[in-house]
Structure formats: structure tokens, C-alpha cells
């Protein structure tokens, strides 16, 4: 090649190739196609010595030599730099080089690739930058230290200086370059230190020594140019050879298609026949790859369905613990409601004077709504489930206003507040319908209304707003004077557990009612409207259709009736160990003139069970030593068939199936009506009897 004899290099290399290839060598390979890729480079086909660099850099990958990518790489940067003129992509592969000769701490390659960096970044106008590179190649050029990058060194130290206006180091830089470049014939050096120190004397105003070196330069540019036209001769000759060899391919290529196609007719049968086979052959390879998946997915899918059987049974359990934990909280909180009902109904009979007391009345209002609430909240599931049903009982509308009224009037002085009712006369006296869901939507809503209102009212607006047959059709409106709530809150407030910050205030509460709200009154078959401004108030409105069939509400009236009134006197058993509970039977029960012996554990009323004969047993279900179911069954081993009645504070639905088996005859849940308790001693003893 460095004789221009480069046709046979390429032979050469070629055949060095081919050697390689048949070695397995990447490494060998990879210096092959770079001796390639750099004899097009000085035939200039630098497309094609690109291409040849790059599938060396490939082999240099498989083989893990990073010294010759180095080289590669800088190589690849030079045709760039001085044949493409593309600066920036050159000192882009300058830099991979670098990367790679200091990972291997290569000190000669980092010096030559850096005086190459050095040269682009002085075209570049990038002194500073170009300087720091050229420092480094300064002090370590002993690492390569050769007449061409030593005459290189020191044309681009004489640029350096040249640009810090160093004149005396610069123009004895650029001396030395001139004198190694005549020394070893470094024609294009020693062309570029001319040019270069002509610039260096324009700059500082010598123009005859600028001149003389520009003339200096023209001969030594003339002498390259002369070279690079032999050069170029041969390098035509070259191509012209190329040429014709390729032309010679193409004929023999021809020749060999049309043997092809001869071929091609006496091959199709074995051909056909190894497409079958392979055909075969992929088949069964897909047919083993589908069991071998198939078999894959079976273990996938076994060991998914374990993990989800795992989980079915965690959430399982998580959804009994649940249970049991509303169970155990709906009991808790029945148990002392049944005291402050009876204790309340106690005060009423015994204290006549309080019988139209609104303070009493309020006080027993309160109670049934808190235990309605309870059973609300802590089964708000069965109400999104649909599962709660309402009510048909008789009420005066009117009533059931004023007992709302009166039982947040505390809430109402507490905030300076006034509740004005404003009762349509056209309405029905007597309504069928769930009065306790209508108390809970209300007393949701004026609460609410009062908490966020101050020295201001709260109005309640029933009005009839159009008759279907016997169903009347009440619209209910619940008005505020107070802050009102922002526009882009009004789409949350219906949902569980949200609270709207409308002031500084901290307002309690669970964030449950106007959920609650609505979720009865879709039992209702009713929606909610919602109007408010900040400032200005707020206003709930619904509409609910109630029957006022005379005939039913008759019939409804008649049902609840019971007739007290008897001649016999029952001896009822009492199985109790709450002190106040027992308390509160003990007053129904003499009220009743019944006789009662109150026991406090289920081996004691089996003990008196024995001594004494009862017409009922009155049996609590959670009590300590044994409880109430077991001690029914106990009872009912030893014969005894009277009545066992069930009272208890957890939900009849949780205990109906096991009070049945255990063999008890009815259910009565705390708190419970007095008058629902004596009718059903009453029914169960005639049974009996």
C-alpha cells in the first residue's frame, strides 16, 4: 500500500480475510478488514473504508481487544476530519477512541488521538479547549515519539502560541516543524507549518516574511499535488482494473445463473421433498414446543390457583373477623341502649308529670334514632346491597317534624341557631311509610344544616306536591342561612367519609350522614338536589311518595295494638347477668303483674328451673360460664319444653339459625318494645297451654 501498489494490497488483504475467517480468529479478521478499509481510504473510496472500519470494530467487539478499536476509532475520526471535512463527527469518534485508550491506560494512543482532537478543535476556533489536549500530548510525546507526530507536535504547539501571542515560542515552533518536516520529506506537514507560520507573521504585521513562507508553501503544496495526481493515475488505473474485473463478475455471475436455472429444474423433486421434511419437522417441533407450554401453563396455572386459594381463604377470614367485629360492636352498643329505653320508658310511668315532657320525649326520640344510626353504620354494606328494607307503619308527618325539631333544639341554641317548620295542611293527617328512615334522612340534614350555620335558621318546608291514587307524593326541603358550599364540592359531598373544610371550623362528625342520606332515599325510590353559594346558605331537597289508604293505616293501627289486659298471671324466668337490664325486665314484667325470678347465669336458671316450675324463660345469649344457647340445649336435654325467648343485643339474622337448633321459640332484639315483649309471651304460653 505505502508503495501505491494498491490492487495488490487489496488482493493481499483479501486473502488475509479469508485466512481469518477460516480460523475463526476475530481478532485476526478484524486487523484484516482494516487493512481493507485503509487501502480504500488511500484509494479514496472513504464510503467503503467506513464501511470496512465498522465490520472491523464489530469483530474487535467479539474478540474483547479494545487496543485496536482505539486505533479503529481514530482512524475512522481522520477520514471525518481530512477527507469528509465533517470536524464535529470527527471529534466524535476521536473521543470513543479516547475513552478507550485511557480505560486500557494506552499513554502513546491518547497522545496521538489528542494531537488529532487538538487540530479539529484549532479549526473549530476552539482554542482553549484545543490547548488543553495539546498539553497533554506535550508532556507524554516520549510515548510516540516519531519524526512525523513529533514534527506534528510541534506545528500544532507553534498554533498554541501563535493564539496566546507568544511570537518568540511560536515562530520557533513552527521552525521546528519546518525543519523535521524537510528532515524525513513530510511533504504535508511541512506544507501546513508554511501556511500555518505565514498566518503566524501576518498577524503580527511581518509581511514579507508571511510572503515568503506563503511561497514556501505554494512549492511544497505543488511538489503534494504532483504526487497526489501520480497517485491519482494509478488510482484511476486502479478503478478502471476494478472495473473490468467486476465486469468479468458479472459475465461469469450470468453464466452461473443460467447453470442455476439448469440445475433448478433437476433439483425441484428433492427439493419439494426437503421442504415436506422440514415442513414435518417443524410441525413436530411446534407440536413439542406446545406440550412442553401446555405442560408449562398446567404448572402456572396450579401454582396460581394454590395462591388463590391461599387468598380466598385469607379473605375469607379477613371477612369473618369483620363480622365478628361488627357482631361484637352491634352488641356492645344495643346493651346499653335497652337500659337507657327502659330507663326511659321507667321515668314516663312512674313520673306521670313528664308524659308530654319534650326534654323525655326528645331523650326516647334520641335513642331510636341513635340505634337506628348504629345498625346504619356499622351495616352500611346491606344498604348498598340493597338489603335493608323498610318499614310500613302509620305516622302524622307533622309529629314526626316536631320530634326532629325538638331533639336537636340543644344543637340549635348551641350556635344561636333557630328551626322553623313550615308544615303544608294539605297533607294527609295519617301516612303509611318507614317513619324512623324519614326521622334518620332529616335529622341528617338539619344537623348538618346546624353545625354550619350561625345566629342564623335552619327551615323545614313539607309541602304535598301532587296525589297518585292514594299515594301522596311529600316534597321535603331543608333550608340553611349559613356558609354555603363551594360549587366544586358539591359532587363529593354525598360520598362515604368525605368532610368539605368550608372554614377554619373544625366540624366533627364521621363524614357518613349525607351518604346515608342517600343511600335511603334510593330505598325510598327518591334522588337528592343540592343548592348552594358560599355566603348565601344551602338547600336539600327530596321527594318521597307515601300511601294514605285509610283502610291500611287502619289495618296497620289495629296490628299493633295489644291487649294487655288478662286475668292469668305468667311466671317468667329471667336469665340476665347485665344489673341494669335486669332492672329494666324486672319493671315490664311487674308492670305486666307477672312474677318474675331474675337469674344471673345459665346454671343457675337450670338450678332453679328444677326447683320451680315457669311458664316462659326470658334468656340473654352472652353471658359468662355458659351462654345462652347451650344453656337451651341443656335444658331441653332434661325435658323441659317451655318456652325459651331469646333477648338479645346482636342482630336476629347472625343468631336465628343456631337459637332455632338450640331449640328456642322466638327472638326479641335490645331494645325492644314493651308491648312486643307481653304479646309475645302471650302467643308462645297459649300455644303451650
Known amino acids: 500500500m505505502f508503495k501505491s501498489n494498491y490492487k495488490q494490497s487489496l488482493s493481499l488483504s483479501f486473502k488475509a480475510l479469508n485466512n481469518a475467517l477460516e480460523l475463526n480468529d476475530n481478532k485476526l479478521i478484524s486487523l484484516a478488514y482494516n487493512s481493507i478499509a485503509v487501502t480504500?481510504?488511500?484509494?479514496?473510496?472513504?464510503?467503503?473504508?467506513?464501511?470496512?472500519?465498522?465490520?472491523?470494530?464489530?469483530?474487535?467487539?467479539?474478540?474483547?481487544?479494545?487496543?485496536?478499536?482505539?486505533?479503529?476509532?481514530?482512524?475512522?475520526?481522520n477520514i471525518y476530519l481530512y477527507r469528509k471535512n465533517q470536524i464535529d463527527k470527527g471529534i466524535e469518534y476521536y473521543d470513543k477512541s479516547l475513552a478507550y485508550s485511557q480505560k486500557i491506560k494506552d499513554t502513546g494512543a491518547i497522545v496521538l488521538t489528542k494531537m488529532n482532537k487538538s487540530w479539529?478543535?484549532?479549526?473549530?476556533?476552539?482554542?482553549?479547549?484545543?490547548?488543553?489536549?495539546?498539553?497533554?500530548?506535550?508532556k507524554y510525546i516520549e510515548h510516540i515519539l516519531y519524526p512525523d507526530t513529533e514534527t506534528y507536535l510541534n506545528l500544532l504547539l507553534g498554533i498554541k502560541f501563535n493564539y496566546l501571542k507568544n511570537n518568540e515560542k511560536a515562530g520557533f515552533y513552527f521552525n521546528e516543524a519546518i525543519k523535521l518536516g524537510k528532515k524525513n520529506n513530510l511533504d504535508d506537514y511541512l506544507s501546513d507549518a508554511y501556511e500555518q507560520y505565514a498566518n503566524h507573521f501576518f498577524a503580527i504585521g511581518d509581511y514579507k516574511n508571511a510572503y515568503l513562507n506563503l511561497d514556501n508553501h505554494a512549492e511544497v503544496k505543488d511538489r503534494v499535488i504532483n504526487s497526489e495526481k501520480v497517485k491519482n493515475n494509478q488510482i484511476v488505473a486502479l478503478k478502471a482494473e476494478l472495473d473490468q474485473s467486476k465486469k468479468?463478475?458479472?459475465?461469469?455471475?450470468?453464466?452461473?445463473?443460467?447453470?442455476?436455472?439448469?440445475?433448478?429444474?433437476?433439483?425441484?423433486?428433492?427439493?419439494?421433498?426437503?421442504?415436506?421434511?422440514?415442513?414435518?419437522?417443524?410441525?413436530?417441533?411446534?407440536?413439542?414446543?406446545?406440550?412442553?407450554?401446555?405442560?408449562?401453563?398446567?404448572?402456572?396455572?396450579?401454582?396460581?390457583?394454590?395462591?388463590?386459594?391461599?387468598?380466598?381463604?385469607?379473605a375469607e377470614e379477613a371477612s369473618k373477623l369483620k363480622t365478628q367485629f361488627i357482631s361484637t360492636i352491634s352488641h356492645e352498643l344495643r346493651t346499653p341502649l335497652y337500659g337507657v329505653v327502659g330507663i326511659t320508658n321507667m321515668l314516663s310511668d312512674e313520673h306521670k308529670e313528664l308524659a308530654d315532657s319534650p326534654h323525655l320525649n326528645s331523650l326516647k326520640f334520641s335513642a331510636r334514632y341513635l340505634l337506628s344510626l348504629v345498625n346504619d353504620l356499622l351495616q352500611i354494606n346491606k344498604i348498598e346491597e340493597n338489603r335493608v328494607v323498610l318499614e310500613n307503619l302509620t305516622m302524622n308527618i307533622t309529629d314526626e317534624i316536631k320530634m326532629v325539631s325538638n331533639s336537636l333544639s340543644y344543637i340549635a341554641s348551641r350556635n344561636n341557631n333557630k328551626i322553623v317548620t313550615q308544615i303544608d295542611s294539605k297533607i294527609p293527617e295519617y301516612l303509611v311509610g318507614d317513619k324512623l328512615r324519614l326521622s334518620q334522612i332529616l335529622m341528617n340534614l338539619v344537623s348538618n344544616g346546624l353545625k354550619f350555620t350561625q345566629d342564623g335558621e335552619v327551615r323545614i318546608i313539607v309541602n304535598l306536591e301532587r296525589n297518585e291514587k292514594s299515594i301522596c307524593f311529600i316534597n321535603f326541603a331543608v333550608e340553611d342561612t349559613g356558609m354555603g358550599i363551594a360549587e366544586k364540592d358539591l359532587g363529593k359531598i354525598f360520598d362515604k367519609f368525605v368532610q368539605i373544610d368550608r372554614k377554619e371550623d373544625d366540624y366533627q362528625g364521621a363524614g357518613l350522614g349525607l351518604s346515608i342520606v342517600k343511600k335511603l332515599l334510593t330505598l325510598f325510590g327518591s334522588e337528592i338536589s343540592v343548592e348552594s353559594k358560599e355566603g348565601h346558605g344551602t338547600k336539600f331537597a327530596f321527594t318521597i311518595g307515601f300511601d294514605s289508604d285509610i283502610s291500611k293505616v287502619n289495618e296497620i293501627i289495629n296490628n299493633i295494638q295489644v291487649d294487655l289486659s288478662t286475668d292469668q298471671v305468667y311466671k317468667v324466668l329471667v336469665v340476665e347477668d347485665n344489673k341494669i337490664n335486669q332492672m329494666v325486665t324486672r319493671k315490664i314484667m311487674e308492670k305486666n303483674n307477672f312474677k318474675i325470678i331474675i337469674v344471673d347465669d345459665g346454671y343457675a336458671a337450670i338450678e332453679a328451673l328444677n326447683k320451680e316450675s315457669f311458664d316462659v324463660v326470658l334468656m340473654d345469649i352472652n353471658m359468662p360460664l355458659i351462654n345462652g344457647f347451650d344453656t337451651t340445649r341443656l335444658i331441653r336435654k332434661k325435658g323441659i319444653t317451655i318456652p325459651i325467648v331469646a333477648?338479645?343485643?346482636?342482630?336476629?339474622?347472625?343468631?336465628t339459625e343456631e337459637a332455632i337448633s338450640s331449640g328456642m321459640n322466638d327472638i326479641l332484639v335490645k331494645p325492644f318494645e314493651p308491648a312486643k315483649l307481653i304479646q309475645c309471651i302471650k302467643t308462645l304460653v297459649k300455644k303451650t297451654s
Open 40 to 77: 480504500y481510504e488511500e484509494i479514496l473510496e472513504e464510503d467503503k473504508a467506513l464501511d470496512y472500519y465498522k465490520k472491523a470494530i464489530f469483530h474487535t467487539d467479539k474478540a474483547g481487544n479494545d487496543t485496536l478499536k482505539i486505533w479503529f476509532y481514530n482512524n475512522i475520526g
Open 647 to 655: 333477648l338479645t343485643a346482636f342482630a336476629k339474622d347472625e343468631i
Open 120 to 138: 479539529a478543535l484549532f479549526q473549530k476556533k476552539k482554542n482553549v479547549q484545543a490547548i488543553e489536549n495539546l498539553d497533554y500530548a506535550e
Open 248 to 314: 468479468e463478475i458479472q459475465k461469469i455471475a450470468k453464466e452461473n445463473r443460467l447453470q442455476t436455472e439448469n440445475l433448478k429444474k433437476t433439483k425441484i423433486i428433492v427439493i419439494l421433498i426437503l421442504v415436506f421434511l422440514l415442513l414435518l419437522m417443524f410441525i413436530l417441533y411446534v407440536l413439542y414446543r406446545n406440550n412442553i407450554f401446555r405442560k408449562k401453563v398446567n404448572d402456572y396455572l396450579e401454582d396460581k390457583n394454590i395462591e388463590l386459594n391461599i387468598a380466598k381463604e385469607k
